[in-house]
């Protein structure tokens, strides 16, 4: 199973998920009632990232994981 997911993962253009995941970011943070009863309210964003073990490639690249969520202001 992991075999296949980094077969998957592998193929995944870079540039593209970049774009996604940053348009997903700037979606989740715009309000759609922000300044409608005064000051708009301030969404909070957080972001982890992990590099997973042991999922060097023969280019010497590794498997990189973002996680990207709101939290409670």
Same mark, same amino acid.
């Given at each position: 199973?992991?075999?296949?997911?980094? #077969?998957?993962?592998a193929?995944?253009?870079? &540039?593209?998920? &970049?774009?996604?995941v940053?348009?997903?970011?700037?979606?989740?943070?715009?309000? /759609?009632? %922000?300044?409608?009863?005064?000051? /708009? /309210?301030?969404?909070?964003? %957080?972001?982890?990232? #992990?590099?997973?073990?042991?999922? #060097?490639?023969?280019?010497?690249?590794?498997?990189?994981?973002?996680?990207?969520?709101?939290?409670? %202001?």
């Amino acid at each position: 199973m992991a075999t296949t997911l980094i #077969r998957a993962l592998a193929q995944v253009d870079a &540039d593209a998920l &970049d774009a996604a995941v940053g348009a997903f970011v700037q979606a989740q943070a715009t309000d /759609p009632l %922000a300044g409608i009863a005064g000051a /708009p /309210p301030v969404l909070q964003l %957080a972001a982890d990232g #992990r590099t997973v073990r042991g999922t #060097r490639d023969n280019e010497g690249l590794q498997l990189h994981l973002l996680g990207v969520y709101q939290v409670a %202001a």
